[in-house]
């Protein structure tokens, strides 16, 4: 579906276009197009990879989806597959294609909310940047993609944070071991989505940079860094998650071992009295003791001194 179609030259918008008229811009010098797609059709793509004569080993990648994140040159264009995502009980992963040249900006998104509304509106209201043309809006698109991996990191770290709080109150720990692992994998799948492209964006800014993003390197940089606060952000809270996880199995084996303990330490009490009585119980006719007249009573005292000192002596080791 066509989102949108506009033409700009020298840092404003001409005004926007029909599909059909693309080729009459896109020759002009010093003139772009700006074409946005949403879940396009074949159909679709055959007929802007027409247009901007587009490589085809890009648009197969964009045909397909599910791609890695990555930004790739064919000749003096860019392709750039980037991974759009939103928080939620499961991680919405979305992607996001770029084709960029000296004179044409495709965006395709496929299954990718929200849009780039701001971003086109940005980038209209700052025409001294979008002289730079194409090269520009592509880094405005890549940053906006980018800033919107910050409040799904917030949410995430917040979600952790409710099950680290529950891990010494007595709440089910178990559940907890769920809960973190969910959060690790909303971890990992974030981190599949900035890693790549840290250093797909690595290539943009230093040494030789593709002839679109020539004179950009400055923005192209500042994009680097937050990737980089990024993914040191997402290696620190997998750390933390992956020591929740392990405390939480240790508080598990701590609690059987408490019950453990306590088993063993009541197990104890009725032993004695148990050897006591099943000792006294055989039916031996020649046994010590069993004439005396204080036999029962000392038999019944032993079992209770017995079992007193050992129950004060499992109490102050803590098994009671």
């Known amino acids: 579906m066509l989102v949108n179609c506009a033409a700009y030259q020298d840092g404003k918008k001409l005004g926007d276009i029909k599909a059909e008229e693309i080729s009459q811009y896109v020759s002009r010098p010093e003139c772009f197009v700006w074409v946005a797609l949403k879940d396009p059709g074949p159909g679709e793509l055959a007929a802007m990879q027409k247009e901007f004569d587009l490589h085809e080993l890009a648009v197969e990648d964009a045909r397909h989806g599910h ?9 003096d264009s860019v392709f750039a597959v980037l991974h759009n995502i939103q928080f939620g009980e499961e991680l919405q992963v979305g992607e996001v294609d770029l084709f960029v040249g000296k004179n044409y900006v495709l965006s395709v998104r496929n299954q990718a909310e929200p849009g780039f509304r701001e971003v086109r509106a940005r980038c209209e209201r700052e025409p001294e940047n979008l002289k730079y043309g194409s090269g520009f809006v592509f880094y405005a698109l890549i940053d906006a993609v980018v800033d919107r991996y910050f409040p799904v990191l917030d949410a ?9 709080e529950q891990i010494f109150t007595g709440s089910s720990l178990r559940a907890n071991i769920e809960g973190l692992y ?24 230093g040494g030789r940079v593709p002839q679109v993003c020539a004179g950009l ?15 040191q952000t997402i290696n620190s809270q997998r750390d933390t998650v992956t020591t929740a996880i392990q405390v939480n199995v240790a508080m ?6 408490e019950v453990t303990k306590r088993l063993a330490a009541w197990g104890a009490l009725i032993a004695v009295p148990t050897f006591i009585a099943s000792l006294y119980g055989m039916n031996f006719k020649h046994m010590p003791e069993l004439d005396w007249v204080l036999g029962y009573p000392a038999a019944v005292g032993a079992m209770a001194l017995i079992n007193i000192v050992l129950f004060f002596r499992f109490r102050k080791a803590g098994w009671l």
């Open 252 to 257: 598990i084996t701590f609690g059987e071992t």
């Open 182 to 205: 969910y959060v690790r994998q909303k971890l990992t799948t974030l981190q599949h989505a900035v890693v790549p492209l840290l250093e797909a964006v690595g290539k943009l800014y």
């Open 217 to 231: 390197q400055e923005y192209y940089r500042d994009v680097y860094d937050h990737l980089v606060r990024i993914s």
């Open 67 to 75: 791609q890695r994140p990555k930004i790739d040159e064919y000749g």
């Open 156 to 164: 995430i770290e917040d979600e952790f944070e409710k099950f680290e």
